[in-house]
């Protein structure tokens, strides 16, 4: 299995971006999907997880309420909506699968840059 993020970019503080996470080379709809970041200088943390089902969804407290994660399992894909950003948002976002809550997690992506500018 293979994953591919995407949709980083610069963006200014307040704004939006919306992260893609494609899966490839096996089915991970009935799997719980996250994303993560790792900001420089400091650790890798949990920001998002969604339950195969839809259903269910946790985020990191410095997220709630801003971010928003979903998938579309027939598309094998899952995604992180972004609002209202700041630059302490500023990190390289992962994408995972084949876990729970905070982890472990069995399948990651490459990571997407986002970078918030004050």
């Known amino acids: 299995v293979q994953l591919q993020a995407s949709g980083g970019g610069l963006v200014q503080a307040g704004g939006s971006l919306r992260l893609s996470c494609a899966a490839s080379g096996g089915d991970l709809s009935r799997r719980n999907m996250a994303w993560f970041r790792q900001a420089p200088g400091k650790d890798r943390e949990f920001v998002a997880t969604?339950?195969?089902?839809?259903?269910?969804?946790n985020y990191a407290n410095s997220v709630k309420g801003r971010f928003t994660i979903s998938r579309d399992n027939a598309k094998n894909t899952w995604y992180l909506q972004m609002n209202s950003l700041e630059p302490e948002d500023t990190a390289v976002y992962y994408c995972?699968?084949?876990?729970?809550?905070?982890?472990?997690?069995?399948?990651w992506g490459q990571g997407t840059l986002v970078t918030v500018s004050s």
């Open positions: 969604i339950f195969w089902n839809n259903e269910n969804t």
């Open positions: 995972a699968a084949g876990g729970s809550g905070v982890g472990p997690y069995n399948y």
